[in-house]
């Protein structure tokens, strides 16, 4: 009889055949060759880009793509930008996902089922056909151009996915809870952020990786709906290296490599919440 334990350690450490290890690492290659590309061509010189023998490694290495990103005050600003654009998303989707996912997890009322529905078929209209409805609000209230304006524009497409991962996780709460803080006293704010809030800590970190990330990553939106003083990194970098009939590669590779390592180091550092909080909202009951 197989232990849950041997169980566990399979699904861990699963085994593989000689195959298995060949074609995984044919994968991993396949997956990492375009971050490689990326990351040579960074420290490549302009003017051997297009060479016709360019060579896999870079046979004279340089820096001054790097250098030349923090000599660029614009962009700099343009990533100042892009983190309190990317934080405020992540914290007003996290909130207010988190409310009105315990709302639709935890109450019954009329017309909650059309509000899921209609959560789900905003999460299949592209953004693009936002963009001019979004443009005509902000500019109407006032808001166009500001970091406010950015991030309510960017918090429209990542709330959908937000509710719907902390639903999941929170349609699994044991009722008992709620009615133990009702019995001791504690009021309905209360119990949201003293009880259901802290034990769904992995599911809230996970949806503000996601709204992070996609605040993070958005040029559309960027570009349109921010101006020169609040337009976030892929937009500055789209009018910084890429201009009619010629693009500084060299350049824009390197300035990618720089503004993906923050990413880089959140997933690290929030890789195990992340991963906990997917699977929480994944599975119902």
């Known amino acids: 009889m197989t232990r849950r334990s041997e169980v566990g350690e399979a699904i861990s450490q699963p085994r593989l055949s000689g195959r298995g290890r060949v074609a995984l690492a044919a994968l991993v290659a396949f ?17 051997d880009v297009f060479a016709v023998h360019r060579p896999l490694i870079p046979l004279n ?33 996290v909130f207010v996902g988190g409310l009105m996912a315990y709302s639709l997890s935890k109450f019954r009322y009329s017309g909650r089922n059309a509000l899921m529905l209609m959560f789900l078929i905003g999460q299949l209209i592209p953004g693009a056909l936002l963009l001019v409805s979004l443009y005509l609000i902000l500019g109407s209230v006032g808001l166009l151009y500001t970091y406010t304006g950015l991030i309510l524009s960017f918090t429209t497409f990542t709330l959908p996915l937000t509710v719907f991962l902390l639903k999941g996780i929170m349609d699994a709460l044991p009722d008992d809870i709620l009615e133990a803080a009702k019995v001791d006293g504690l009021s309905r704010i209360s119990t949201i952020f003293r009880i259901v809030f802290p034990l769904v800590v992995p599911g809230l970190i ?13 040029l559309l939106f960027a570009l349109t709906l921010a101006g020169p003083d609040k337009q976030t990194l892929p937009a500055g970098l789209t009018q910084a290296f890429i201009h009619e009939g010629t693009a500084d590669w060299p350049g824009l590779m ?14 690290v550092l929030l890789q195990r919440f992340f991963v906990s909080g997917l699977a929480a909202g994944a599975v119902k009951g």
């Open 31 to 47: 997956g990492l060759l375009p971050i490689y590309w990326l990351t040579a061509t960074a420290f490549t010189n302009r003017s």
């Open 61 to 93: 290495p340089t820096i001054d793509n790097f250098v030349a990103f923090f000599q660029n005050t614009a962009l700099l600003q343009d990533l100042a930008n892009s983190f309190v654009v990317s934080t405020g998303t992540a914290l007003l989707s």
């Open 206 to 218: 996970a949806a503000g990786m996601f709204a992070f990330m996609r605040g993070w990553s958005d």
């Open 254 to 267: 390197a300035a990618s490599l720089i503004t993906s390592i923050p990413l880089a180091i959140i997933f």
